[in-house]
């Protein structure tokens, strides 16, 4: 499940996974735990703005796409 939640915050939301997790692993935690409980619109409606401000915190380097 972590890795469709990695998948999820690279790829749909442009967020560092991996940046969010080193700065942020309590919240990193409790939302991999959310994401695997409930369905993924569900997860967006109650992250959305969130999302976007960790969007701006931790962009996805362009390097991560070219994969």
């Known amino acids: 499940m972590e890795q469709e ?3 999820y915050l690279t790829k749909a939301k442009k967020i560092d ?3 969010f997790q080193t700065n ?3 919240r990193y935690a409790e939302w991999l735990e959310l ?3 409930v369905h993924l619109k569900n997860f967006e409606q ?3 703005f ?3 401000a960790l ?3 931790f962009p996805v380097q ?3 796409f070219l994969s």
């Open 5 to 7: 939640f990695v998948v």
């Open 17 to 19: 996974a991996q940046a």
């Open 24 to 26: 942020e692993p309590i």
């Open 35 to 37: 994401f695997s409980l």
């Open 46 to 48: 109650q992250k959305l």
């Open 50 to 52: 969130l999302i976007n």
């Open 55 to 57: 969007r701006k915190r």
């Open 62 to 64: 362009d390097s991560l």
